[in-house]
């Protein structure tokens, strides 16, 4: 059964620093999204990509932020300059053209020092 | 603003004993409605979901669920529960705009099971 994937399984960065997160969606899905889970809370949407462009944000998603389709597989998240607060689990999540349905990667969990 | 509550953060059942959890919901137009669960290092599968139709819906592993519009809820319930379904369990509903299309989540309930 396709699913999708997401690298690294865990990171660990400096207050500052950029990350990259990597997602690999389903082949045939044309809809991307990136939630996050801080501990303890709950799962919020950030961003959701069609078409190489976002169709929406949170406000969470603010300047920092920033997602790419660099080719046909992968879907990243950048942090610019990552904060203390940015600490979370980040899932990303894609469907097919119905959308009816969104299929979850295992996360990446982050840990800002 | 749609939102989803989980009113009970942590629940503990025996093994075969049968479980009920709860999600109420907030949304002003016909909601489409799902239950993920998350082990431990995994990510959130889909156990079930609801657009229309019949308001009791089956899912994987055992697990239904039934809509009620009347009280805004859409509880997940299994006659009798194994070990391998501890985990947590998230209610969320989709709400769309235009193209948009996003998932809201209540804050989950963890699932204790006992020998």
């Known amino acids: 059964e396709p699913e999708v994937t997401q690298t690294p399984s865990h990171q660990v960065t400096q207050m500052g620093q950029e990350v990259i997160l990597r997602c690999v969606p389903i082949?045939?899905?044309?809809?991307f999204y990136w939630y996050r889970q801080i501990l303890g809370q709950k799962v919020e949407f950030l961003v959701s990509?069609?078409?190489?462009?976002?169709?929406?944000k949170s406000e969470i998603f603010d300047d920092q932020f920033s997602v790419e389709r660099p080719d046909g597989s992968n879907f990243t998240l950048k942090i610019r300059s990552t904060k203390l607060e940015d600490s979370a689990m980040y899932f990303c999540?894609?469907?097919?053209?119905?959308?009816?349905?969104?299929?979850f990667g295992p996360g990446t969990r982050l840990l800002v020092l | 603003a749609q939102s989803v509550t989980q009113p009970d953060i942590h629940i503990t059942v025996s093994e075969g004993a049968s479980l009920e959890l709860r999600c109420n919901y907030s949304?002003?137009?016909?909601?489409?409605l799902f239950w993920y669960v998350q082990s431990p290092g995994q990510g959130l599968q889909l156990l079930l979901k609801?657009?229309?139709?019949?308001?009791l819906v089956q899912g994987i592993k055992g697990f239904e669920a039934e809509f009620k519009r009347s009280q805004s809820s859409f509880n997940l319930r299994k006659p009798s529960v194994h070990w391998s379904d501890a985990a947590e369990y998230f209610c969320?509903?989709?709400?769309?705009?235009?193209?948009?299309?996003?998932?809201?989540f209540g804050k989950g309930t963890l699932l204790t099971v006992n020998p």
């Open positions: 969320a509903v989709a709400t769309s705009g235009g193209s948009n299309y996003k998932l809201t």
């Open positions: 990509f069609y078409n190489n462009e976002i169709s929406e």
């Open positions: 949304y002003g137009a016909t909601p489409y």
């Open positions: 609801y657009f229309s139709g019949d308001t």
């Open positions: 999540a894609s469907s097919d053209v119905v959308r009816e349905t969104q299929y």
């Open positions: 082949s045939n899905h044309l809809y």
